[in-house]
């Protein structure tokens, strides 16, 4: 048998010429997105003020199984891809387990995260239909890095407003975004009615997701050529993600290997999404079967505490309601270290998959990340993000499982980014000043029963 090396790469002929989008095969489809002024299913028009054109097609398209990846998107693509999948030798050896470990490393870009793959293709949209700009918010600061850097590239405007609390934690991510040309403002801000409304509201919070988002859509609509990019849970992000899994699966065929159980983090479900795509459409046509496990932070456990229902995706209620699983579009998470995946909800695709018992979810505990952050530094060099780190501690946990039960199964996790940005939380965790801050039923309920209620 062929040695599998430690990096399996592809070549350039080999990466994918087209995003796959997984609902083609969901035989539940997701429920349609609601026009938060009528409640009724959203149309392209209702959308055309805020998003892209082209995006708007591509957020309601649920038919159509494969879509051309345009040929400037996957030039820039060539950059920086195809990613490795690396079999993580060193890490099963330190766990002493029969289970075989592999890793699709998306950190390998300026940006440091998957986030490029969809950021580089929502600039690309924009600048086709003429546009000056586009507006967006940012958690821990890799999805407005990203669209930094795919905004210069493609000369739009790029302005990004930035969860007040990563804006203070993590100035360099803040200059990085500033070199590329964005313009950062932290919010809730004083630069939207939206942003005045929520600190009225909320004096003194360090912001949220969902508040940033409104902020953003607000900009966007108000200032003429600028529409809204968001960087997670929308369809058309987890389409674009699709290369990652798409990559997978191609290096993973090219060696004859068969994964058992498939992980990622889940934030808004966009790497998770995009990673397990091709493998949940063959799942979905009968072809073959895997287990896929979302790993979401205990603070925030939208999948595995929320409740499936429709709601906002931001806190503001400026955006289409989506049917997900959800904590309230008002939850406001604790302060957790993995900013990106600080989100009250969770990507309609992925939440449908998950209420039909085709795919699981766990949530784990901060101070248990930071232990495999460490672990996985340790013996496999990358310094892993805070939010990649959730998948690794899954995976460090079913490859314990093999250990246990002496099957040597096959585990793929997404390793989304490197945490260079995150040494204010590795700092905490060094210094034994880490804590778990897990919300109460109470305070879960309390937001859950402000959720709109629509039949
Ligand atoms: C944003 C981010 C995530 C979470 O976002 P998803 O849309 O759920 O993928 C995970 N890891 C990294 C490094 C991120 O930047």
Redesign the pocket.
Known sequence: MTKIPYKIYLEEKEMPKQWYNVRADMKNKPAPILNPATLKPVTKEDLKPVFCDELIDQELDDTTPYIDIPEEIHTFYKMYRPSPLVRAYFLEKALDTPAKIYYKF??NNTS????LNSAIAQAYYAKQQGLKGVTTET??G??GTALSMACSFFGLDCKVYMVKVSYEQKPFRREVMRTYGADVTPSPSDTTQVGIKILEEFPGTTGSLGCAISEAVEAAVTNEGYRYVL???LSQ?LLH?SVIGLETKTALDKYGIVPDIII???????????LISPFMGEKLRGERDYRFIAVEPASCPSLTRGKYAYDYCDTGKVCPLQKMYTLGSGFMPSANH?G??R?HGM?SILSQLYADGLMEAVSVEQTAVFEAAQKFARVEGILP?P??SHAIRAAIDEALKCKETGEAKTIVFGL???GYFDMTAYQKFNDHEMTDYIPSDADIEKSLSKLPKID
């Open positions: 998306e950190g440091g995260s998957h986030k958690g821990a890799q999805w960087g997670s849970v992000v993600q990622g983090c889940a934030g808004g479900g966009s790497n998770l999404g995009g993995a990106g995946l989100y990507s993000a939010e990649s989304t980014g490197t």
